[in-house]
């Protein structure tokens, strides 16, 4: 009988969607740019702060929904779990065992980011444009789409300006929140392994050794030129 509970979940995780998948980017990860991107921890899940402009471009409804905000957060998760108002263990054992439907959580973020997430742990990185350019289409790739080809809004978000929205993609112990931004990181060019990068504080530790190895020749890579 154990045998056949293990093969049924075998067989859930391999048909789930692993979804968004990353975007390949040719060229390594330069360590430099005008654009600044904000990896946020916020202890148990990270969020990417991108600058807004391209991407209200490629997706017009977080113009309609966030406005001239300059920076928008976003992150993915469970669709129970993230816009859960309490959090059960029924919810986090569902989230972490069982494959769910998953969100994007979105935040307008005010220009000086590291002011408003003064509480969390932040990376800065500057990417050039190419960089933000594959970012921005996986970030959109992580959006479900509408027979219209428009993003579903879904109840509003946990803080600040927030919306979620219906994503792109099955959630489950292979696939998590700490995986996408992963897979977001990896879509710029960085030399990252999603696959064991399930936790916040795989991430944190991630950015800062290799932020460490860069800034020994590149001593300014954080004042980005741009937004």
Known sequence: MKLIYLFVIIGLLAACSAKPDIITHAESYS????NSLYVVSHGWHTGLVIPAKKIKAEIPEL???FGEAPYIEFGWGDKGFYQA???TLGLTFQAIFWPTESVVHAVGVPEDVEVYFQNSEIQKLCLNDDELSSLVMFIVDSFAKSEQGRIISLENGIYGDSQFYQGAGDYYLMNTCNKWTAKG?????MDIDP???LTAGSI???LKES???EN???PSQQNCIGV
């Not at 360590?31 to 005008?34: A, L, Q, S």
């Not at 990181?185 to 060019?189: A, D, N, P, R, T």
């Open 31 to 34: 360590f430099d740019g005008e």
């Open 63 to 65: 113009f309609e929904r």
């Open 85 to 87: 108002k309490e959090i």
């Open 185 to 189: 990181l990896k879509s710029i060019g």
């Open 195 to 197: 696959l064991f990068k």
């Open 204 to 206: 944190m530790a991630y």
């Open 211 to 213: 932020k460490g190895a």
């Open 216 to 218: 020994q020749h590149l």
